[in-house]
Nanobody, 126 residues
Protein backbone atom coordinates (compact mmCIF):
# COMPACT_ATOMS: atom_id res chain seq x y z
CA UNK A 1 0.00 0.00 0.00
CA UNK A 2 1.33 3.41 -0.97
CA UNK A 3 0.54 6.43 1.15
CA UNK A 4 0.62 9.78 -0.58
CA UNK A 5 0.96 13.18 1.06
CA UNK A 6 0.50 16.40 -0.92
CA UNK A 7 1.81 19.81 0.00
CA UNK A 8 2.34 23.21 -1.55
CA UNK A 9 -1.18 24.43 -2.05
CA UNK A 10 -2.28 27.91 -1.11
CA UNK A 11 -3.72 31.21 -2.23
CA UNK A 12 -2.17 32.97 -5.21
CA UNK A 13 -3.17 35.79 -7.53
CA UNK A 14 -4.01 35.14 -11.14
CA UNK A 15 -0.83 34.88 -13.19
CA UNK A 16 1.12 33.54 -10.26
CA UNK A 17 2.77 30.17 -9.67
CA UNK A 18 2.60 27.33 -7.21
CA UNK A 19 4.51 24.09 -6.92
CA UNK A 20 2.72 21.09 -5.51
CA UNK A 21 4.64 18.16 -4.07
CA UNK A 22 3.52 14.62 -3.43
CA UNK A 23 5.68 12.33 -1.35
CA UNK A 24 5.00 8.62 -1.25
CA UNK A 25 5.77 6.02 1.36
CA UNK A 26 6.28 2.40 0.47
CA UNK A 27 8.55 0.57 -1.91
CA UNK A 28 6.42 0.64 -5.04
CA UNK A 29 6.78 4.31 -5.98
CA UNK A 30 9.44 3.65 -8.59
CA UNK A 31 7.15 1.21 -10.40
CA UNK A 32 4.08 3.44 -10.15
CA UNK A 33 2.65 5.85 -12.64
CA UNK A 34 1.63 9.07 -10.93
CA UNK A 35 -1.16 11.48 -11.65
CA UNK A 36 -2.53 14.78 -10.47
CA UNK A 37 -6.26 15.34 -10.43
CA UNK A 38 -8.36 18.24 -9.23
CA UNK A 39 -11.89 18.79 -8.08
CA UNK A 40 -13.61 22.13 -7.94
CA UNK A 41 -16.79 22.70 -5.90
CA UNK A 42 -19.79 21.20 -7.62
CA UNK A 43 -17.69 19.57 -10.32
CA UNK A 44 -16.37 16.10 -10.96
CA UNK A 45 -12.77 15.18 -10.30
CA UNK A 46 -10.73 15.71 -13.44
CA UNK A 47 -7.33 14.65 -14.72
CA UNK A 48 -4.67 17.34 -14.73
CA UNK A 49 -1.31 15.73 -15.42
CA UNK A 50 0.34 12.33 -15.32
CA UNK A 51 3.80 10.84 -15.56
CA UNK A 52 4.98 7.31 -16.27
CA UNK A 53 7.04 5.28 -13.81
CA UNK A 54 10.24 6.12 -15.68
CA UNK A 55 9.39 9.78 -16.05
CA UNK A 56 9.86 9.47 -19.80
CA UNK A 57 6.21 10.02 -20.66
CA UNK A 58 3.99 12.84 -19.46
CA UNK A 59 0.50 13.94 -20.33
CA UNK A 60 -1.46 17.08 -19.52
CA UNK A 61 -5.07 18.05 -19.81
CA UNK A 62 -5.67 20.55 -22.59
CA UNK A 63 -6.69 23.15 -20.03
CA UNK A 64 -3.23 23.21 -18.45
CA UNK A 65 -0.93 22.50 -21.40
CA UNK A 66 1.86 25.01 -21.63
CA UNK A 67 1.27 26.18 -18.06
CA UNK A 68 1.78 23.09 -15.88
CA UNK A 69 4.77 20.77 -15.70
CA UNK A 70 4.99 17.41 -13.98
CA UNK A 71 8.22 15.76 -12.85
CA UNK A 72 9.33 13.01 -10.50
CA UNK A 73 12.37 11.82 -8.60
CA UNK A 74 12.19 8.12 -7.81
CA UNK A 75 15.12 8.38 -5.40
CA UNK A 76 13.09 10.84 -3.33
CA UNK A 77 9.72 9.13 -3.81
CA UNK A 78 8.38 12.50 -4.89
CA UNK A 79 6.37 13.89 -7.78
CA UNK A 80 5.88 17.60 -8.40
CA UNK A 81 3.36 19.69 -10.26
CA UNK A 82 4.69 23.10 -11.25
CA UNK A 83 1.80 25.40 -12.00
CA UNK A 84 2.48 28.67 -13.79
CA UNK A 85 0.23 31.38 -15.19
CA UNK A 86 -2.50 30.31 -12.84
CA UNK A 87 -6.09 31.27 -13.59
CA UNK A 88 -9.12 31.54 -11.28
CA UNK A 89 -10.54 28.47 -13.00
CA UNK A 90 -7.60 26.46 -11.67
CA UNK A 91 -9.06 26.83 -8.19
CA UNK A 92 -9.72 23.35 -6.81
CA UNK A 93 -8.53 20.69 -4.43
CA UNK A 94 -5.60 18.95 -6.06
CA UNK A 95 -5.04 15.26 -5.47
CA UNK A 96 -2.02 13.10 -6.08
CA UNK A 97 -2.67 9.53 -7.18
CA UNK A 98 -0.65 6.45 -8.02
CA UNK A 99 -1.17 3.24 -9.93
CA UNK A 100 1.19 0.31 -10.22
CA UNK A 101 1.99 0.27 -13.90
CA UNK A 102 5.04 -0.34 -16.03
CA UNK A 103 3.23 0.95 -19.08
CA UNK A 104 4.41 4.23 -20.57
CA UNK A 105 0.84 5.19 -21.37
CA UNK A 106 -0.76 7.69 -19.01
CA UNK A 107 -4.20 6.87 -17.66
CA UNK A 108 -6.55 9.83 -17.36
CA UNK A 109 -9.48 8.14 -15.62
CA UNK A 110 -9.50 8.41 -11.85
CA UNK A 111 -10.73 4.82 -11.59
CA UNK A 112 -7.40 3.63 -12.98
CA UNK A 113 -5.54 4.86 -9.91
CA UNK A 114 -5.22 2.78 -6.76
CA UNK A 115 -3.96 5.19 -4.13
CA UNK A 116 -4.87 8.78 -3.37
CA UNK A 117 -3.59 11.55 -1.18
CA UNK A 118 -5.77 13.71 1.02
CA UNK A 119 -5.64 16.67 -1.33
CA UNK A 120 -4.33 20.20 -1.10
CA UNK A 121 -6.33 23.35 -1.75
CA UNK A 122 -5.28 25.71 -4.51
CA UNK A 123 -7.10 29.03 -4.70
CA UNK A 124 -6.42 31.53 -7.47
CA UNK A 125 -7.83 34.99 -6.96
CA UNK A 126 -8.68 37.31 -9.84
Amino acid sequence: QVQLVESGGGLVQAGGSLRLSCTASGRTFSSSAMGWFRQAPGKEREFVSGISWTGSTVRHADSVKGRFTIARDNAKNTVWLQMNSLKPEDTAIYYCASRTSLSLAIATMSSAYDNWGQGTQVTVSS
